[in-house]
Structure formats: structure tokens, C-alpha cells
Antibody, heavy 121, light 107 residues
Framework: QVTLRESGPALVKPRETLRLTCTFSGFSLNTTGMSVSWIRQPPGKALEWLARIDWDDDKYFSKSLKTRLTISKDTSKNQVVLTMTYMDPEDTATYFC?????????????WGQGALVTVSS | SFELTQPPSVSVSSGQTASITCSGDKLGDKYVHWYQQKSGQSPLLLIYQDSKRPSGIPERFSGSNSGNTATLTISGTQALDEADYYCQAWDISTEVVFGGGTKVTVL
């Protein structure tokens, strides 16, 4: 059974750095072809893809946010960590992690429940 | 940059067929995936690679993709199908891209 769960602060101040952790089970990022992505959704708005990390530690980022994002994995803990610098109120959103299927034409077959992050002073 | 365009809303009478479109340049040359998101929930994979249904997804959900438009069809729409629906594709210029979402209302 595949599960993912996001964790991190619910509230961050403007200009601070956000650190979110995705803890997953039911698969391993040591397995060839496996990947995990982060996706966010501002309240009442559409989904926005942020980043992806592959089993071989390849990393991919949204072009519009690339300079602010880092992604890393700890395969021993089954965790993926996303950091986003210089948080702004417009970054207020629910942040999801999701397992990626098929790296050549990727889609997301399992999602976490999401973590709402509010950016406010 | 590559973009996907969806109608903001679609209304359908209970038991009828709903069609949700997703348009993008030469979209038929790419794989399109669809997600259903009910209020307060995480997205659920509904259709992958244009027309394939994951295990557990009812047969009333189907997908197609040709030219510049992909379509999600819900046959015999039920009240429980009220949700937001998102299309998604991958493009070399933008990596993963989602459509703006379509809110389906069942009358």
C-alpha cells in the first residue's frame, strides 16, 4: 500500500525559508524508475507543479521557481525534502507530494493529503 | 511556454454525459492525464496516458486525445461526480503542466 504524508510548518513569515518533508511508504526511491514530486495549490486555484527528484538523484524544477527551490531525498528514511526560499504571501497554498509514474510522460498516481502553508507576518 | 486550457465550469444533468475539454498546442502528440479533486481532498488520478483507467476508477470515466484537444467524458454522471477536474501533460519546455481546472456541477 502506497502512502505519502507531508509535514512542515503551517505558518511562515515573509522572506523566511520553508522546509517541507514528504514521508512515504509502499515504494522505495532506491528502485529504478521511481520519483517523487511536489505540487502546490493556492486556495481556490489550480494545481502547480514545483519539483521532482528521481531514484538516481536527478532533479527537475519549475522554471518560474527554480531559483528558490531545492529538493533532496533520504532513502534510508523514505523521505523527500523540499525547501523554498524567500517566502511571500502569494506562496500561501496547500503543498502536496506525489509519487511519479513514468518519468518519460509523468503522471501522479498517489498523492499525500497535503499541508496548508500560510505566509503571513 | 506550453499551456493547457480548460473551461472553468461545466454543468450536467444527473444521468447525462459531461464532456470536459483540455486544449494545448499539438496536445495530441503528448500524453494527457486527468485528475478528480473533490472539495477538501487530494487529487485522484482518473485517467492516464489519454484513455487508461487506474484500477478502481468506474468505467463511466473515459478519455481521448487528438489534434489540439483532449477530452474527459463522464457518462451517466452522478451527484458524487461533482468535483474539480484537472488535465495534465508533460512538455520539454515546461516539464509538468496542469490545466486551470474545470468545476463540474451536477444538476
Amino acid at each position: 500500500q502506497v502512502t505519502l504524508r507531508e509535514s512542515g510548518p503551517a505558518l511562515v513569515k515573509p522572506r523566511e525559508t520553508l522546509r517541507l518533508t514528504c514521508t512515504f511508504s509502499g515504494f522505495s526511491l532506491n528502485t529504478t524508475g521511481m520519483s517523487v514530486s511536489w505540487i502546490r495549490q493556492p486556495p481556490g486555484k489550480a494545481l502547480e507543479w514545483l519539483a521532482r527528484i528521481d531514484w538516481d538523484d536527478d532533479k527537475y524544477f519549475s522554471k518560474s521557481l527554480k531559483t528558490r527551490l531545492t529538493i533532496s531525498k533520504d532513502t534510508s528514511k523514505n523521505q523527500v525534502v523540499l525547501t523554498m526560499t524567500y517566502m511571500d504571501p502569494e506562496d500561501t497554498a496547500t503543498y502536496f507530494c506525489a509519487r511519479v509514474h513514468s518519468s518519460s510522460a509523468p503522471y501522479f498516481d498517489y498523492w499525500g493529503q497535503g499541508a496548508l502553508v500560510t505566509v503571513s507576518s | 511556454s506550453f499551456e493547457l486550457t480548460q473551461p472553468p465550469s461545466v454543468s450536467v444533468s444527473s444521468g447525462q454525459t459531461a464532456s470536459i475539454t483540455c486544449s494545448g498546442d499539438k496536445l495530441g502528440d503528448k500524453y494527457v492525464h486527468w485528475y478528480q479533486q473533490k472539495s477538501g481532498q487530494s487529487p485522484l488520478l482518473l485517467i492516464y496516458q489519454d484513455s487508461k483507467r487506474p484500477s478502481g476508477i468506474p468505467e463511466r470515466f473515459s478519455g481521448s486525445n487528438s489534434g489540439n484537444t483532449a477530452t474527459l467524458t463522464i457518462s451517466g454522471t452522478q451527484a458524487l461526480d461533482e468535483a474539480d477536474y484537472y488535465c495534465q501533460a508533460w512538455d520539454i519546455s515546461t516539464e509538468v503542466v496542469f490545466g486551470g481546472g474545470t468545476k463540474v456541477t451536477v444538476l
